[in-house]
C-alpha cells in the first residue's frame, strides 16, 4: 500500500516528492507546532531542495525504510522545508546549524522544541552508524531518550543557542566610519592570495563559481587598471568554460566542482548560476573585447530559455542532478556510446576533443558507472586542426555538428527532473541577464524573454500591489523577501535600460517604494530579510554577506543608487548610504564576504556616469552611440532616453533636448553636468574611454 502524508496537499516539488514517504511529514505551519505541543513531542524539522543530491540519499535511505519512519513518527512530529520556497525559515537554521556544528549544508536536519527552539542540528545523517557519524536511528532513540529524562539541559542548549544568535543580529550596527576605497583594496587582496593561479577559481575543492568575486575583480580593474583583477576574473572563467562543470553539449553550469580543477561537477544546475556568470561574461566581453565571452553568454542563455522557461514566460528554478535514480547519469558517455552516434572520424575527433578515455575518466559511485566521461574540453580547435591537417575554420566547423549529434542523441535519454516552481528573485536575475544581452548583443528574442518574465512576474506574483516569492501550478504563495524585491528592481531596471519604456522605471519605483515601506530597518538602516507583516521565525535577522547569489541588502543599495541617478530623487541616495553605513563595520571586518556590497560601494563612491542620449531612437547616428556606449565596460553608469515621458520619472531631463536635430549626450559626473556633444568620439572621451576609428 502507497503511503500519503499531508505533504500531498502541497505545491513545492521537493514536499510532493516526499508525499509518499511513510514518515507522517507535515509542512511548516501552526498545525504541526500545536500538535507538538498537544503530543509533547519535539519537532524533527528536515530542510533541503529538489535538486539536491544528498536530500534524495537521505529520503532513500531513511525516510521511505518503514523502520526508521516507524521511530520517527513515534518520536517526533516530522515537517519538511523546501530550503527555496521558504528561504526564511532555511537561512535561521543555517545559522543554528553553523553555530553549533561549525558547518552547515543540504540537506539540513533540526532538532528542535514546539515552539521552534533548536538544540541540535547535522547535515546528512546515514540511516545506521558510519565512519564515525551517529546514524538517524541511534540519534532518534538518543534524543527520545533524552527529552523523557533530561529535557532541562536541551532546553538550556536551545535557549543558549537562540539567546546567542539574536544577540549577534543586534550587534549589526551602523558605525561612525564611512567606507572607502581602502576597504575594496583588502578584499582584492584577499582574492588574489586564495586565487588559483593553474586551475582558476579562489578553493581547492570543492570549487564554487562565485560571481559575485568576478563581477567585484571586474569593477576593481576598472577603478584601479590593476591587470591581475582582470586576469583572475578571465582565467576562472576559460577554465570553467572547458570543465566538466560546464554543460559541453547543452550548455550552462553545473552547481560546484568536486575537484579543483573544474572537473567533477556535482549536476544540478541551477538558475541563479546561468544568470549570474552569464552576466560576467558580458562584462568580461566589454572589459576585453574578445567575443568568446559573448559566446559563452549566448550559450547560457540559450539553456536558459530552452530547458527552463516555463509556457507562460517565467523561468524554472533548476535541474536536478540525478536521473534514473543516479547522480550524473544523463550526463556521462562512454567511448563506445560516442562512437554509436558518430561516423569514424567525427569520432576519433570527439574523443580527443573531450578527453574521453577508453576506460573512462569518472570511475567513481555504482559499479556500473565504470568507463563512463564527463565531457570537457580536453584539446582546442587548433590542436585538432593541426592533427587532421584542416583549417581552424574546419576545425571548429566539424566540433560544432559533432556537438549537435551527441546532443540530439543525449536528449533522447531519461532526462533530470526539472524543479518547476517559479521564484521572483531568481526570475529577476534572469530578466536582468536577459535584458542586458539583448543589448550588448542587439538580440531580440532575449529582450522579449525578458519582457515576457517580466511580464508574468506581475501578472502572476503581485497581489494588490504585494510581491509573492513562489509560484506554481497556478498559485502565487509566501510573502516575498528582500531578494525577491532587490533582484525584481534591478531586473526591471535593467529592462528600461535595453527598451528605455519609462514603464519599467515607475514598475521599479513601485516595488522600491514596497520595500523601503515593509523591509527598511528604520532604527540602524539596511534592510530585513522578511517583511514587517511575514511570519518571523526565532528573530527578524538582517544580512549584509553574500551567499550562492549577492546580498539583497547589497542589491537594493545598488538599485536605490541607480535610481537616484535615474530620477534625480536624492532620499534614494541618502537611503542608499545609510545602508552602506549600516554594515560598514561587517564589511570592514570581512570584505571578502561582501564583494557585491564592495560592487555597490563602487558605484557610490565613483567615477559614474548619469548619460542622457536626446534623440530619434530610429536614427543611425543615435543607435551609433548608444551602440559605441554599450561595447564599453563602464559598470558605474546609467543611460536613459529623452523620449516625451521621461520626464515623468526624471524631471531634470525636461530641458535636455537635441541640437540641431543631431542625436545628443547630455553627460553628468560627480554631480556635475557638462555641455551636450553630438560627436561619438567626445561622448566616449567624456566617459574615460580612448576612441580607436
Known amino acids: 500500500m502507497v503511503h500519503t502524508n499531508r505533504l500531498a496537499d502541497e505545491k513545492s516539488p521537493y514536499l510532493l516528492e516526499h508525499a509518499h514517504d511513510p514518515v507522517d511529514w507535515h509542512p511548516w505551519g501552526d498545525e504541526a507546532f500545536e500538535l507538538a505541543k498537544k503530543q509533547d513531542k519535539p519537532i524533527f524539522l528536515s530542510i533541503g531542495y529538489s535538486t539536491c543530491h544528498w536530500c534524495h540519499v537521505m529520503q532513500h535511505e531513511s525516510f521511505r525504510d518503514e523502520k526508521v519512519a516507524e521511530m520517527l513518527n513515534k518520536t517526533f512530529v516530522c515537517i519538511k522545508v ?17 553555530s553549533i556544528t561549525g558547518r552547515a549544508g543540504w540537506p539540513l536536519t533540526i532538532f528542535m522544541t514546539p515552539d521552534k527552539r533548536p538544540f541540535f542540528a547535522a547535515t546528512y545523517i546515514p540511516k545506521e552508524d558510519k565512519y564515525g557519524m551517529l546514524g538517524l536511528k541511534a540519534l532518534t532513540a538518543k534524543i527520545d531518550g533524552a527529552w523523557k529524562t533530561n529535557r532541562e539541559a536541551l532546553e538550556r542548549d536551545a535557549n543558549r543557542v537562540v539567546t546567542a544568535l539574536a544577540s549577534r543580529e543586534d550587534a549589526v550596527k551602523p558605525t561612525k566610519r564611512d567606507l572607502d576605497y581602502s576597504v575594496m583594496d583588502a578584499a582584492f587582496s584577499q582574492l588574489a592570495a586564495a586565487f588559483d593561479y593553474a586551475h582558476g577559481g579562489f578553493s ?140 569514424d572520424d567525427e569520432a576519433a575527433i570527439a574523443i580527443e576533443f573531450f578527453g574521453v578515455e577508453r576506460n573512462g575518466n569518472y570511475n567513481t559511485g555504482p559499479s556500473d558507472r565504470e568507463g563512463t566521461n564527463i565531457l570537457y574540453v580536453a584539446e582546442s580547435p587548433n590542436d585538432i586542426s593541426e592533427r587532421y591537417q584542416i583549417s581552424p575554420e574546419e576545425a571548429r566547423r566539424r566540433i560544432d555538428t559533432i556537438k549537435k549529434k551527441l546532443f540530439a542523441a543525449r536528449e533522447k535519454r531519461v532526462r533530470p527532473k526539472i524543479d518547476d516552481k517559479i521564484l521572483a528573485d531568481m526570475n529577476g536575475l534572469a530578466i536582468s541577464v536577459l535584458a542586458k544581452m539583448g543589448k550588448l548583443a542587439e538580440r531580440v528574442g532575449y529582450a522579449q524573454a525578458a519582457e515576457d518574465a517580466a511580464e508574468f512576474v506581475l501578472s502572476k506574483m503581485m497581489k494588490k500591489g504585494r510581491l509573492y516569492h513562489s509560484y506554481k501550478d497556478g498559485v502565487a504563495s509566501v510573502d516575498a523577501f528582500i531578494d525577491d524585491y532587490a533582484f525584481l528592481i534591478a531586473g526591471f531596471i535593467d529592462l528600461y535600460g535595453t527598451t528605455f519604456e519609462v514603464r519599467h522605471i515607475k514598475t521599479a519605483i513601485e516595488l522600491t517604494e514596497e520595500m523601503i515601506t515593509h523591509f527598511w530597518d528604520k532604527k540602524n538602516g539596511g534592510f530585513f530579510y522578511t517583511s514587517d507583516y511575514a511570519e518571523t521565525v526565532l528573530f527578524r535577522d538582517k544580512e549584509s554577506y553574500d551567499g550562492v547569489v549577492p546580498s539583497g541588502n547589497a542589491i537594493a543599495i545598488l538599485d536605490l543608487i541607480r ?131
Open 204 to 343: 581547492s575543492a570543492p570549487k564554487f563559481p562565485m560571481p559575485s568575486y568576478l563581477t567585484f575583480l571586474l569593477r576593481y580593474w576598472y577603478i584601479n587598471k590593476t591587470s591581475d583583477a582582470q586576469q583572475m576574473a578571465e582565467k576562472t572563467l576559460q577554465s570553467i568554460r572547458r570543465g566538466g562543470i560546464y554543460d559541453q553539449l547543452g550548455y550552462g553550469l553545473h552547481r560546484y566542482s568536486t575537484d579543483m580543477r573544474w572537473f567533477a561537477p556535482h549536476f544540478e544546475k541551477m538558475l541563479y548560476d546561468q544568470a549570474l556568470i552569464a552576466s560576467v561574461c558580458m562584462e568580461l566581453s566589454q572589459a576585453t573585447k574578445k567575443k568568446d565571452y559573448v559566446i559563452m553568454a549566448d550559450e547560457i542563455l540559450t539553456f536558459i530559455t530552452r530547458d527552463l522557461r516555463s509556457p507562460e514566460g517565467g523561468f524554472y528554478t533548476g535541474v536536478d542532478a540525478d536521473s534514473e535514480g543516479e547522480e550524473g547519469r544523463f550526463y556521462l558517455w562512454r567511448e563506445d556510446d560516442i562512437e554509436r552516434v558518430l561516423h
Open 563 to 693: 535610481l537616484a541617478r535615474i530620477t534625480g530623487d536624492e532620499r534614494y541616495e541618502e537611503l542608499a548610504h545609510k545602508g552602506l553605513k549600516a554594515f560598514s563595520h561587517s564589511v570592514m571586518k570581512d570584505p571578502l564576504e561582501h564583494t557585491a556590497m564592495l560592487a555597490s560601494l563602487a558605484f557610490a563612491l565613483g567615477p559614474s556616469y548619469e548619460i542622457v542620449i536626446s534623440g530619434d531612437p530610429g536614427s543611425e547616428d543615435t543607435k551609433e552611440m548608444f551602440r559605441a556606449i554599450r561595447k564599453e565596460f563602464i559598470p558605474n553608469k546609467v543611460v536613459l532616453l529623452r523620449t516625451k515621458d521621461l520626464p515623468e520619472v526624471a524631471p531634470y531631463t525636461k530641458g535636455m533636448d537635441g541640437i540641431d536635430g543631431k542625436a545628443t549626450a547630455y553627460i553628468c559626473t560627480g554631480h556635475e553636468c557638462e555641455e551636450p556633444v553630438t560627436r561619438v568620439d567626445n561622448v566616449l572621451e567624456r566617459l574615460g574611454v580612448a576612441f580607436l576609428q
Open 82 to 98: 523546501d530550503r527555496e520556497q521558504r528561504p526564511d525559515i532555511d537561512r535561521i537554521y543555517i545559522k543554528v546549524a553553523q
